[in-house]
């Protein structure tokens, strides 16, 4: 795939709620993952394993998705980005409605990178 198929793939796996399998199909299994600095599970995580493992007690923490709603992706060679917007309701935290830019980077058909930016 092509850094706009694996875009609008993400997106459309995401927007399915189907994010553990995004992680699966489409990301490489040397793939960073970058959060703003002073997230609690980490800032910086290395591999698709742990990338998964970030995810999954992301949505452990999730009670319910009032709204979601992803941008449609805008690619640059071999990088997308898109705009995610979320009203959630955590376990720990309570509800908040969450506003973040996301970046990837691609090679050869897979996610190598992703980086999010997002005010804490």
């Keep these: 795939m092509n850094t706009s198929e694996v875009a609008q793939k ?14 699966t199909e489409l990301y490489a299994d040397n793939v ?9 599970h980490g800032e910086i995580v290395s ?6 493992e970030k ?9 319910e998705f009032h709204s ?10 071999k990088h997308f980005t898109s705009k995610m917007n979320f009203d959630v ?4 935290r ?7 830019v996301c970046v990837f980077e691609v090679q050869e ?4 990178n992703e980086q999010f930016f997002y005010s804490m």
């Design 109 to 112: 058909g897979k996610i190598v």
């Design 55 to 63: 995810s999954k007690q992301w949505l452990e923490d999730v009670i």
């Design 94 to 100: 309570g509800r908040q409605q969450m506003e973040e």
């Design 10 to 23: 993400w997106k459309q796996m995401c927007e399915q709620g189907k994010n553990l399998e995004c992680i």
């Design 32 to 40: 960073v993952s970058k959060e703003m600095p002073g997230v609690p």
């Design 68 to 77: 979601n709603e992803i941008s449609e992706p805008v690619v640059a060679d």
């Design 89 to 92: 309701t955590f376990k720990s």
């Design 47 to 52: 591999g698709k394993q742990n990338v998964m």
